[in-house]
Nanobody, 128 residues
Framework: HVQLVESGGGSVQVGGSLRLSCAHIGYTYTSGNSVCISWFRQAPGKEREGVAGIVTGGGTQYYADSVDGRFTISRDHAENTVYLQMNDLRPDDTGTYYC???????????????????WGQGTQVTVS
């Protein structure tokens, strides 16, 4: 069983930065067991959307158009953690951010809620 624990959310002004962390407990990367870890977000009254994803093995990254160039996803194998560095934040980046783990990133899998197997409980980001 895998547990995902997010942290790092908060309130920030427009143009500011935050770094979110997703600790994955119960999954440790080794050669041959690569998975896809993604960040999703959900604003009040809106559907959950994929923001970024990363392949733990090769490090290939995926981004939504709305955040490309502003957000960076990365992974630290030693820390069993995936990060989301968010720069130049805008009011429409506000929402609850979740990390999720699934088998594949490719083919749009990284942003597919229905195919993610494990979810964290979320961390709130407010930009004003």
């Amino acid at each position: 069983h895998v547990q995902l624990v997010e942290s790092g959310g908060g309130s920030v002004q427009v143009g500011g930065s935050l770094r979110l962390s997703c600790a994955h407990i119960g999954y440790t990367y080794t050669s041959g067991n690569s998975v896809c870890i993604s960040w999703f977000r959900q604003a009040p009254g809106k559907e959950r959307e994929g923001v970024a994803g990363i392949v733990t093995g090769g490090g290939t990254q995926y981004y939504a158009d709305s955040v490309d160039g502003r957000f960076t996803i990365s992974r630290d194998h030693a820390e069993n953690t995936v990060y989301l560095q968010m720069n130049d934040l805008r009011p429409d980046d506000t929402g609850t951010y979740y990390c999720a783990l699934g088998r594949q990133c490719r083919g749009g899998g990284w942003s597919s809620s229905s195919t993610r197997e494990y979810w964290g409980q979320g961390t709130q980001v407010t930009v004003s």
